[in-house]
């Protein structure tokens, strides 16, 4: 079975600009989670989406939004880019059937933003 | 809110050594589950352990176990015979165990080296 996929991997972008990142969840798979991750803070959770519906969010500015389609794919939407934006971005998915259940980590999109 | 720390920012040991990672958690839940993911140069997040809380054993893969200390809030990571291929960060990981609760709170991670 395929794991989570994303893409791109690497992006540069300059400040003011807005981003889009994409992620393929493992098959059968309908939890999406995204995570910021940087030296400083290290790995934060940014949202996750079930079924379409973001259930779940992180302390973060609204600049950074989210959505989730039928097919459980999800994106993530980065706008007015600030250096600060500049991380590794990682998403996540699980199957999960109503509890809790084991992420599994994409390789993850490298955002510079200059 | 629950934080987790891991409390070494560095190992090293020696191929074929035992090694043991440490991380706390607070926590005012009782029902929750525990992970511990390694993250190669590579950066992908792997999966190494996972641990619920309302199980008493210890769990084990391979040569990956933990020591799960509920009381005391402690879950360790010992690596026996380690590899080359284990040199990664290691991130210890919360999630607490409700409808709907899939959000992880990392630790800062534990960077371990093994050396030939």
């Known amino acids: 079975k395929a794991g989570v996929t994303q893409t791109p991997r690497y992006l540069i972008k300059t400040r003011g600009q807005q981003v889009t990142l994409s992620c393929s969840p493992i098959?059968?798979?309908?939890?999406v989670s995204w995570y910021q991750q940087t030296p400083g803070q290290g790995l934060q959770f940014l949202f996750e989406?079930?079924?379409?519906?973001?259930?779940n969010k992180g302390n973060f500015p609204g600049r950074f939004s989210g959505r989730q389609f039928s097919n459980s794919r999800s994106e993530m939407n980065v706008s007015t880019l600030e250096l600060g934006d500049s991380a590794l971005y990682l998403c996540?998915?699980?199957?999960?059937?109503?509890?809790?259940?084991?992420?599994?980590f994409g390789p993850g999109t490298r955002l510079t933003v200059l | 809110a629950q934080t987790v720390t891991q409390s070494q920012p560095e190992m090293s040991v020696q191929e074929a050594e035992t090694v043991t990672l440490s991380c706390t958690y607070d926590?005012?839940?009782?029902?929750?589950?525990l992970f511990w993911y390694k993250q190669p140069p590579s950066r992908q997040m792997i999966l190494v352990i996972r641990?619920?809380?309302?199980?008493?054993q210890n769990a084990t893969e391979n040569r990956f176990s933990v020591n799960f200390q509920k009381a005391a809030k402690s879950f360790s990571l010992k690596i026996s015979d380690s590899q080359l291929g284990d040199t990664a960060m290691y991130f210890c990981?919360?999630?607490?165990?409700?409808?709907?609760?899939?959000?992880?709170?990392f630790g800062q991670g534990t960077r371990l080296t093994i050396n030939p």
């Open positions: 996540a998915s699980s199957f999960t059937r109503g509890y809790t259940d084991t992420q599994y």
């Open positions: 098959s059968g798979h309908r939890s």
């Open positions: 989406y079930f079924s379409e519906t973001q259930r």
């Open positions: 926590t005012s839940e009782n029902n929750y589950y």
């Open positions: 641990q619920e809380a309302y199980k008493q």
């Open positions: 990981a919360f999630m607490k165990e409700y409808q709907g609760a899939q959000k992880l709170v």
